[in-house]
């Protein structure tokens, strides 16, 4: 690790310019919300336009969208005309958010916490065309699994991959090929999934293949042996269980405590034309968060999951684990009351922390997704908008607000410590890594 990168990781451009809105105008919101009823408030508020075009993924971490279109939590907010557009994968959100709302696409989503860095700097678009985002907040901590094939239930798979390194090593052996699926590179489960194997000595990039599969598409693809295990969301894991074609070894949580996993972001340019609009989204799917935390609403929140236009999965593939079940298969125990179930709201779930944002970006420096010399400080802060979300907050009620922009410390499951003031290091102690 040269002192170049180190100092890029940490070193950076003051605050953007673009945060502007004025503490006069978020006092004169304020005064308003306090005077008039919810409804009345965004009214009388008048966002820019009603209009937005919102993306989303087949995935139960994409619930907060569904429950403000379905309880008019969007209406409520004076963004009447909004489109919450289901979309096939995570390459086709990418596509449509470069293309905006404008050119037939979308203005933002429910989307992988590194994508909007990944297509703010052009490193995953068409011909590396940079298009701004802002990620306004985040949607959930933890929540996604790492589940195997069924042709390894004997070895009751867990943190530990090292028999699984030993397992792939002889199916290679006999000629055949071993295969790991995500669902985009660099985003989330690509990054999961590596960390789980390059912990056991697995090498992402040489002993297994890594293959881009669409989440909704995961079980059918290990049902006919695409891949010999996945990373995703539910309801996947707990369908390709419930099927009996694979089971869980492991839910993310385990790999790193409260893990931060999809955001909500918007177009930048989108933002900048309508900031009042853009509050109203937020305050919309913060709310929705709210009500999908509550245990009393997780019945609920499943039923809604399930309906056609949102996911289309049977309730029984998503109500268990949403309310803290595991039946991981492969005859491993049930895990009740998990603390690794996702959260919406509870451990500040909503509040994008830019020393997450920091973790993201170096990872994907460490697999050479992105550049040694991206200035990963002066990233964040033009891409993370975390100023707006505690605006929102406050406009919320809300008065446990994040003290700090770092959560921290991160500890991860083989000892591994990542410390947000000398992201050098942590990307030093990893042995496994592809860095360009």
Known sequence: MTDHVKTLLTSGASRRSVLRAGAGAAAT???ARA?????????TAGPETPKAKLGFIALTDAGPLFVAKEKGLFDKYGMTEV?????SSWGTTRDNIVLGSAGG???GAHILTPMPYLITTGAMTQNNRPTEMMILGRLNVAGQCISVGQEYADLKLGLDTRPFKTALEKKKASGKDVKAAMTFPGG???LWIRYWLAAGGVDPNKDIQTIVVPPAQMVANMKVGTMDCFCVCEPWNEQLKNQKIGYTALTTGELWDKH??????????YVEKNPKAAKALL???MEAQQWCEKMENKEELAAICAKRNWIGAPISDTVARMKGTF???AGKPVLENSPFMMHYWADNAGYPYKSHDLWFITEDMRWGYLPENTDAKALIDKVNREDLWREAAKELGVTDLPASTSRGVEKFFDGKVFDPENPGEYLASLDIKRMV
């Open 260 to 269: 931060p996993e999809k955001a909500f972001a918007l177009r930048a340019d």
């Open 188 to 190: 989330t489960h690509d």
């Open 327 to 329: 039946d991981y298969g």
């Open 283 to 285: 305050m919309a799917v």
């Open 105 to 107: 696409g979308i203005d």
């Open 35 to 43: 005077l008039l009823p919810s409804g009345a408030y965004a009214q």
């Open 29 to 31: 919101l304020l005064a």
């Open 83 to 87: 489109e919450v557009a289901k979309q």
